[in-house]
């Protein structure tokens, strides 16, 4: 994935900053921090310690690869931020964070989290199907955690509400190899 005029694509991974009730969801955390950093990747994430974002930005430190956190003032003491970053931005607020990942990101991972998971996640969605950007965007569904929210975008799909294309721009699965492989290329 490195371009060495351009240096290595970084991921943003949007995902909790809690581990979450079933243990399936920290292990993937962790086999998305080794599988990014064998690729070569760097991460952009939202900075905190915690969580299976904590757990992604460790397993990245560990295999060597830079990692970027974007948290909020707001964010700094609930979240502890992560102290072993190569680089950590304290922003103003939650768009400015949001915009921050986005500028230094080439391509999206969604893990397991919660509404601000999917905050994050729907306003990157709806800038590509507005045409605002053309940065590829995963959505690895871990145990089926995104099962209904894979209903709703075919149901809007179905009921008209959105062109097929909003499926087509948010690459799903369940295979964390292949879902990089779409995302990155193989």
Known sequence: MEDPSRG???????????????PTYADTARAVGRELARRGTDLVFGGGQVGLMGIVADEMIAGGRSVVGVITEHLMKPEVAHAGLDELLVVADMPERKRVMFDRADAFLTLPGGVGTMEEMFEVLCWSYLGLHPKPMGLLNVAGYYDDLIAFLDRAVD???????????????DDLRDVLDRILGS
């Not at 009921?159 to 699965?173: H, S, T």
């Open 8 to 22: 290595p694509t970084r991921v943003c991974v949007y995902c909790a900053s809690h581990v979450g009730a079933d």
């Open 159 to 173: 009921d008209g509400l959105c062109k097929p294309r909003v499926r087509e721009l948010l690459v799903i699965g």
